[in-house]
């Protein structure tokens, strides 16, 4: 399983940005984690293989959305209302995965490379 991110760039507090990440397989459970600099990894957002289910961390409830498409095998993290502290290298992360599990970044066994959000005011 290779995961590729793209949509990473800069953007003006309050705007958006649309993550992908392509590669990921049917039956894994896709997330998402950032790391800002001198911080730890922190979990975004998960979606499960069936997409009927999403989990987020509560700084980015109501703002990120996640989504898949089976289909082209791709995950989506759209980003809304932007701030500063959403500033991070952005990583998608897959694997098999138990619901209690999934914000756990050391339970992933397929990472990309990351992709750069910056947020300026």
């Known amino acids: 399983v290779q995961l590729v991110e793209s949509g990473g760039g800069s953007v003006q507090v309050g705007g958006s940005l649309r993550l992908s990440c392509e590669g990921s397989e049917r039956g894994l459970t896709t997330g998402w984690f950032r790391q800002a600099p001198g911080k730890e990894r922190e979990f975004v957002a998960a979606i499960k293989s069936g997409g009927g289910s999403t989990y987020y961390a509560d700084p980015v409830k109501g703002r990120f959305v996640i989504s898949r498409n089976n289909a082209k095998g791709t995950v989506y993290l759209q980003m809304n209302n932007l701030k500063a502290e959403d500033t991070a290298v952005y990583y998608c992360?897959?694997?098999?995965?138990?619901?209690?599990?999934?914000?756990?970044?050391?339970?992933?066994?397929?990472w990309g490379q990351g992709t750069l959000v910056t947020v300026s005011s």
């Open positions: 992360a897959a694997g098999r995965l138990i619901t209690s599990s999934l914000r756990e970044h050391s339970r992933y066994n397929y």
